[in-house]
């Protein structure tokens, strides 16, 4: 069964440090994994995603994940938090090969940013 | 590249009267297409996998009745809330991923407030 865990519901960082939200998953199959980000009332964008290339996966405003297969994480970090970082991030699995919608979404991890 | 846009992205209407959402590819041909539903401080719950030219595939849970979504064209999905009820209120989000890719583009979602 594919599953995904967003360890903390929320993460609360102050502006220039660093930034780390954790996510765990379980999947029977080679996954493929996604980091969406969602602001207030807004649709979700896309940061970055893992489709079984590099194992460390840069994403758009500065952000990154590594794809850790022994430790079953996908853990999304950025050196130095802004401001505007401060949304709903979702971590997400689906897998090669398996039906198109089958994307299994983590319940989300908020973060806020302190000036 | 990848644009999906919804229409309209507020609408509140009276308990009983129907409501239509439109969800649009804006710069590539969609064969599939998805609905979520995502309630307050909650994840998105897909709802229904909406193919082009052929009927929808509801999640289980999910009255077909009540969500009508409809694909008539590569670039185009309706969904349908028929006798909208306030505990229809929620945020609808569409996807659409390009052909042969797993990664999901999300529209800007449909705020829904049922009076």
């Known amino acids: 069964a594919q599953s995904v865990t967003q360890l903390d519901s929320h993460v609360s960082v102050s502006e220039g440090t660093p930034v780390l939200l954790r996510c765990n998953y379980s999947s029977s199959y080679s996954p493929s994994l996604f980091w969406y980000v969602q602001h207030p009332n807004k649709g979700l964008q896309l940061l970055l995603k893992y489709t079984s290339a590099a194992t460390l996966v840069k994403g758009i405003n500065g952000f990154e994940a590594e794809f850790k297969k022994s430790e079953t994480s996908f853990h999304l970090t950025k050196p130095s938090a802004h401001m505007s970082d401060a949304a709903e991030y979702f971590c997400?699995?689906?897998?090669?090969?398996?039906?198109?919608?089958?994307?299994?979404f983590g319940k989300g991890t908020k973060l806020s940013v302190k000036p | 590249g990848a644009v999906v846009s919804q229409h309209p992205s507020w609408v509140i209407c009276k308990s009983g009267t129907s409501v239509k959402i439109e969800c649009r590819s804006l710069d590539f041909q969609a064969t599939t297409m998805f609905w979520y539903r995502q309630f307050p401080k909650q994840s998105l719950m897909l709802m229904a996998t909406s193919n082009e030219g052929s009927k929808a595939t509801y999640e289980q849970g999910v009255e077909k009745d009540k969500f009508l979504i409809n694909h008539a064209s590569l670039t185009l999905s309706t969904l349908t809330v028929t006798s909208a009820h306030p505990e229809d209120s929620s945020f609808y989000i569409c996807s659409a991923n390009l052909a042969g890719e797993e990664t999901q583009y999300f529209g800007p979602g449909t705020r829904l407030l049922v009076l």
């Open positions: 997400v699995v689906t897998w090669y090969g398996g039906s198109q919608g089958n994307l299994i």
